[in-house]
């Protein structure tokens, strides 16, 4: 062990996570093998809305290697409670009962509605085919504003609607804005439906406890903590008996940050058994029982002066709740509503959000969860002012922004960002891009009429992230707990073992918080080992989501470190028999100030702390210090992108061909790391805006039920992304940090939209919606002929056939 | 069932094995092998990817039974004595990979391209690479990563 | 993921092979690379209870010159063709497509003759093969036989091999300096194609002699742009423009998520004229 401490925060420290990710040595919950261990599967209703008549299992129960085949009359009386949804938006919210089976109805084509236990996988899913299910179709409704009407079928008759809620929310005087602003722009978007596809699907491993007779339940999950207190309450298991274990987890997204039926199920079937049990799920079984994201109408108006200036800003959504509620499917598009009003000073803003029922997957968090959409309809209106107003995009946008700001600041939308420079980011993005040269090939391309337009498009935004006040978790009706746990003790040798409550998954926090602990204590990061995702050995934590990693639990770090400091310091001044005034500590040694020769190594305060014979009166042994930290705010962070289309006006076909992006979340820990963030986030976001969506057709069946079909793009349709930073420090937290593992994918969609819509403003186009396949970008160009390009006009009869609007005669949709 | 000897990673096995049994569930769930992935089930991901006879193979849709007398190397025999094979060693410098999980496949897979294409272009790279999806890391580093092998040796 | 149990049987020559299919008859499949088969039987929605293996029958995996023309053997994979100097030399546009099937992994493994047995007029060398006037050699209980592309493909997966029968080689003229293209048009790289248009142009005398232009995707067999080919023949390289206009001249192809019928129309249309543009200029 060194004694000779450096700085490694802000440095690009390789990750320790590596070794066994590249020899594939990494514990998936797939590789988990335990004696005895039996398979689960699940029968899934092939139809989207049926009632259930009757179950035959005795053909699949006679099939050899069969052991079990429950239904929901077995299981849902083994259960304390059903499946939660711990987001109640308003009083009067409609939570549907879901219980891990379904018992007398199915409400989405997947929706579970029989268990098979088998001695293994082939077995198990052999074994499904024979378990016989009548069902009686029932009406299914998959449009919301088709839900809404009041002939619809309802997807939970005894609701008697299909509106699980209304929520609002309105500062200023928007009617008064509205009433005399000389300009009005007002426009309709879709944000489709997601499949959030990590690429790891998800599993589930189940294991009684012979000694507590509780269980050990390992899981690709993103929340260990929440999931072990959930788990313990819905299947009646004592909390203190319930261990949840997150081991390497392939990706999450917010897919995996959820309570699913596969877990209780997991729990139930090994109380049931006896044994360890095993679930797997198949890709295209995950693109049904894993939750989906986004699926929104947005309703946007924008007011502004002839010089767009915004005077205020309506929002109206409708947002898709799918058959049932997950965890925190209603709140997602609520908490983006706090962010339509972007990186925009002005006053007036109202919202209201309806969630709605349909009979399809439910949604939940997908990276950004809510965010993105707020972001998307904010940026891609600002484009449609600047041209109502003929104002370069770029120009619209610092007419707007804030003064730079370094304090808590109120927003139109009634909550504080935290810290502001968007005139930076926006300066250094223009001439990273070579903005000018742009602009110049944009124009030689066409006065040349050339068949392939080049687009230039901006994205100015913020994100509200790193949650969360527990006392902003109560108002919302989420309740509390939002703070993140984190202990840094010191061994007898003098490393160091820190317990942290987030959960990795590819964010590479055991580096990150290495390098945090570090630089506090004096030590290397080697010297550090950062242990997580398990409930036995890090019992208290609130996980991963929300880009809340690094300003709670990071944080949380710092803070327990600095308080083994203090104790250290106590323990060092007892040893040198100085003041504690007097001591220094620099480099991991402690020495009196003016007398260096009189110094002692952290490591030997280690030493002496645990064989405890040689510490001040009252003091206990050990070097263990706990922080629980709870954030003052959100964090802010916030960025300019341009993102450069090329896009072929005769096939459609559209490349992105350059992607630049300023992000600024503050101090950054590790560069290599938060760069990664934000490439992984600007592919998700070119993702969703040029090749995602996931079309269900009018019956409720998924039609883009593969990675056939639902398009992920590979390397070569992602561009090399040119990135820099501006370092405008947060007031939330001690480090001065933000998140950033969700911002990319909240600034790239609307970056790359605007980009196409750029490309083809000489066609008359002005809008697509997402994601602008080569079919909806030629119907665009095509509709747009003949009308006058470049005014207003040119695209209202033209507006190509939205996902919730059109199915041809074979039932897709969204050609 | 149907007896099959297969080389996996220097190590040759011999089992009884159902026909239909994919090579995917041969290496994870008979042999243990842990480093081979599945991510989908319609062949586009290549989480799954190994060399087989050193070109590289969607292990998801190869029986097992095909790789009779074949020789198998997935991501948990690329090491010498310890020592990393430069393709593991240049993701790692690089930071081509966050969540871990596409990376075997990826590994493989820029093994078995540096093999055809010793010096790509990054649009070659791209290409040669689409094949296999990555969710966490945009491909960025995945690319430079590449970059940095084709420099190097390769066995 | 996980297909229903079949049998296994290992043919160990095209013969026994064909023994086999007999003995089983439509019961059985043929398993070459498998990355047709395997993939729908994997989703269960094929579920044949016998696959014959000629995965071993390496004497049906060569590229060989046959006088003015190259004979390739069904086991040849398509990397095999993609990398062959004999093909790149000779049959340019052959190599090129091959290199566009799938991605490489589908490459290593996938075969010529199992991807034309298996009839999909949405795969990539049906309509190349087509457009190059391909012969297919096929042997089976009633002997050996010869057939032309033009009759080879019956139906969508349907082909005019018998049941007992399989496809041993393929046999495709040099194309002695004709320029040649393959325009894909597809979502990503590893994708499908939503349409293909591969070109032959022939000139002499600085004007077309003839062209041959076969579609991917455009019908449920792969089809010639018959239109076009004749606006072309004797023509003069600037009626290029004009007579691609006409590429989608009698097909209705299918609407789907990535198209409807009219945008693969028109798309049939611009990719016919930039793949003569490009075999021009060869």
């Known amino acids: 062990m060194t004694e000779q401490a450096q700085k490694y925060v802000g440095g690009g420290v390789p990750r320790k996570e590596d070794p066994a990710l590249v020899t594939g040595k990494a514990t998936w919950t797939d590789n988990i093998k335990l004696p005895g261990m039996l398979h689960f599967a699940l029968l ?126 309105a500062t200023g005087d928007v009617d008064e804005a509205f009433k005399n602003a000389p300009v009005i722009v007002k426009e309709r978007y879709i944000q489709q439906r997601l499949l959030p596809t990590a690429i790891e699907c998800r599993a589930v491993v189940a294991n009684p406890d012979p000694v507590n007779g509780g269980f050990t339940v390992y899981t690709a999950t993103q929340i260990p903590h929440i999931l072990k207190s959930v788990l313990a309450g819905i299947c009646g298991v004592p909390e203190q008996k319930m261990r949840v274990v997150a081991p390497d987890v392939g990706g999450g997204f917010g897919s995996k940050l959820n309570i699913y039926a596969e877990e209780a199920l997991a729990v139930v079937l090994a109380r049931k058994l006896g044994v360890p049990v095993k679930w797997v799920e198949e890709r295209s079984e995950n693109y049904l029982a894993t939750i989906h994201g986004r699926d929104q109408i947005q309703d946007l108006e924008i007011a502004a002066t002839s010089e767009g200036k915004i005077l205020g800003l309506k929002v109206k959504l409708l947002a898709d709740m799918g058959a049932y509620l997950q965890i925190f499917t209603p709140g997602i598009p609520t908490f983006g509503g706090f962010m339509f ?421 000489t066609h008359g186009v002005t809008h697509i919606d997402m994601p602008t396949s080569p079919m909806k970008v030629w119907t665009a160009i095509q509709n747009a002929k003949g009308e006058r390009a470049g005014t207003r006009d040119a695209d209202r009869s033209g507006r190509p056939a939205q996902a919730t609007d059109n199915v041809d005669e074979k039932g897709s949709e969204s050609l | 069932m149907r007896r099959i000897k297969v080389t996996v990673d220097g190590k040759t096995h011999e ?103 010793p010096n790509p272009s990054e649009e070659e790279i791209r290409e040669g690479l689409e094949g296999n999806l990555c969710r966490c890391t945009g491909y960025e580093n995945i690319v430079k990563a590449v970059k940095q092998a084709a420099g190097s040796p390769v066995s | 993921m996980i297909p229903l149990k079949f049998d296994y049987e290992v043919a160990e020559s095209a013969q026994h092979a064909v023994e086999l299919l007999g003995q089983h008859g439509d019961e059985a499949k043929l398993l070459a690379g498998g990355h047709s088969l395997l993939p729908i039987m994997k989703l269960r929605l094929a579920a044949p209870t016998v696959l014959i293996d000629i995965g071993r029958l390496n004497d049906l995996n060569y590229v060989r010159e046959d006088g003015d023309k190259l004979a390739i053997g069904a086991m040849t994979r398509h990397t095999d063709v993609e990398h062959s100097d004999l093909v790149k030399s000779e049959c340019g546009i052959l190599a090129y497509t091959a290199g566009l099937v799938g991605d490489p992994q589908v490459r290593h493994r996938g075969t010529i003759g199992g991807s034309l047995a298996h009839g999909d007029a949405a795969s990539d060398l049906p309509g190349v093969f087509l457009a190059l006037d391909a012969e297919f050699k096929i042997t089976g209980s009633g002997g050996d036989r010869t057939i032309a592309a033009a009759d080879f493909f019956e139906d969508y997966l349907m082909t005019a091999l018998a049941p007992d029968e399989i496809l041993t080689e393929v046999r495709v003229p040099k194309l002695n300096g004709a320029g040649w293209s393959y325009r894909k048009f597809n979502r990503r790289a590893q994708d499908w194609a939503v349409v293909g248009v591969g070109a032959i142009l022939e000139r002499s005398n600085g004007s077309i002699s003839s062209a041959r232009i076969g579609f991917t995707n455009m019908a449920s067999v792969p089809v010639r742009a018959s239109a076009t080919e004749q606006a072309l023949s004797g023509a003069s390289v600037d009626s290029i423009a004009e007579a691609a206009e006409s590429a989608a001249d009698g097909t209705s192809p299918s609407s789907d998520i990535a198209a409807s019928s009219e945008f693969r129309q028109h798309l049939a249309r611009v990719l016919t004229k930039r793949a003569l543009d490009e075999a021009l200029s060869r």
């Open chain 2, 15 to 117: 089992h009884e094995v159902e026909p239909r049994l994919l090579l995917i569930h041969y290496l994870r769930e008979v042999l243990g092998i842990g480093g081979a992935h599945s991510g989908c089930d319609t062949s586009n991901c290549g989480a799954c990817t190994i060399l087989m006879n050193g070109e590289s193979v969607k292990s998801c849709t190869v029986l097992a039974v095909q790789a009779d007398g074949e020789d198998i190397m997935t991501v948990q025999g690329l090491a010498k004595n310890g020592e990393w094979h430069p393709v593991q060693t240049a993701f790692h410098e690089a930071h081509g990979l966050q969540c871990g999980y596409c990376t075997p496949g990826m590994i493989m897979a820029t093994i078995s391209l540096l093999k055809e294409k």
């Open chain 1, 44 to 169: 899934r209703s092939p139809m989207a809305h049926a009632k259930i008549t009757n179950i035959d299992a005795s053909e699949a129960l006679a099939m050899p290697g069969v052991q079990a085949v429950y239904t929901a009359e077995d299981i849902n009386n083994d259960m304390a409670a059903g499946l939660p949804c711990a987001w109640l938006v308003t009083e009067d919210m409609k939570s549907p009962v879901h219980q891990p089976l379904a018992k007398d109805e199915v409400k989405h084509l997947g929706d579970a509605v029989a268990v098979v236990v088998a001695d293994d996988r082939y077995v198990a899913k052999d074994a499904l085919e024979y378990i016989d299910v009548d069902y009686e179709e029932l009406p299914v409704v998959t449009k919301m504003e088709d839900a809404l009407k009041s002939d619809s079928p309802l997807v939970h008759e005894e609701f008697g609607t299909n509106e699980c809620y209304t929520w609002p929310l």
């Open chain 1, 341 to 761: 009003p972007g990186v925009y000073d002005f006053e007036n803003y109202s919202f209201e959000c309806k969630g709605v029922f349909t009979n399809k997957t439910p949604t939940d968090a997908y990276r950004g969860a809510g965010r993105p959409e707020a972001a998307y309809g904010i940026e891609r209106i600002m484009d449609s002012l600047a041209r109502e107003v003929g104002v370069a995009p770029e120009e619209i946008r610092r007419r707007n922004f804030y003064e730079p700001f370094d304090e808590p600041t109120e927003t139109p939308a009634g909550i504080q960002y935290d810290s502001f420079n968007l005139q930076g980011a926006l300066d250094k993005v223009l001439e990273l891009a070579d903005y000018e040269g742009l602009r110049a090939e944009q124009k030689r391309r066409r006065d040349d009429n050339d068949p392939v337009q080049l687009g230039i498009g901006f994205s100015t935004y913020t994100e509200i992230c790193g949650l969360a006040p527990s006392q902003v978790l109560a108002a919302v009706g989420l309740g509390g707990a939002g703070w993140e746990a984190a202990t840094v003790r010191m061994l007898a040798s003098g490393t160091v073992e820190v317990v942290t409550g987030t959960t990795p998954h590819g964010q590479g926090h055991v580096t990150s918080w290495s390098q945090i602990a570090a630089d506090v204590l004096g030590v290397t990061p080697d010297d550090v080992e950062v242990l997580h995702g398990d409930t036995a050995i890090s019992p208290l934590g609130r996980d991963t989501y929300g880009s809340r990693s690094l300003t709670v639990g990071g944080v949380a770090v710092h803070l327990a470190a600095g308080k083994v400091v203090e104790k250290a310091k106590k323990i060092a001044a007892h040893m040198l028999e100085a003041a504690e005034d007097d001591i220094e500590f620099e480099n991991g040694t402690f020495s009196v100030a003016g007398s260096p020769d009189q110094n002692v190594s952290m490591a030997t305060v280690a030493g002496e702390a645990f064989l405890g014979i040689n510490l001040p009166e009252g003091m206990e042994p050990n070097l263990t210090e706990d922080s629980s930290f709870d954030p003052p705010n959100f964090t802010y962070p916030f960025g300019a992108h341009i993102c450069v289309t090329e896009v072929d006006t005769e096939t459609g076909f559209v490349k992105v061909r350059d992607y630049f992006a300023v992000d600024d979340c503050g101090p950054i820990i590790n560069p290599i790391i938060a760069d990664g963030q934000i490439h992984g986030g600007i592919a998700q976001g070119l993702a969703q805006a040029i090749y995602e969506e996931a079309i269900y057709d009018e019956d409720g069946n998924l039609v883009t039920g593969s990675m056939l079909d639902y398009l992920i793009p590979g390397a070569p349709e992602i561009p090399h992304f040119t990135l820099d930073r501006t370092i405008t420090p947060s007031p939330s937290n001690p480090l001065g940090v933000k998140g950033i593992g969700e911002a990319g994918t909240i600034g790239s969609p609307p970056a790359a939209v605007n980009s196409v819509i750029d490309a083809l403003s």
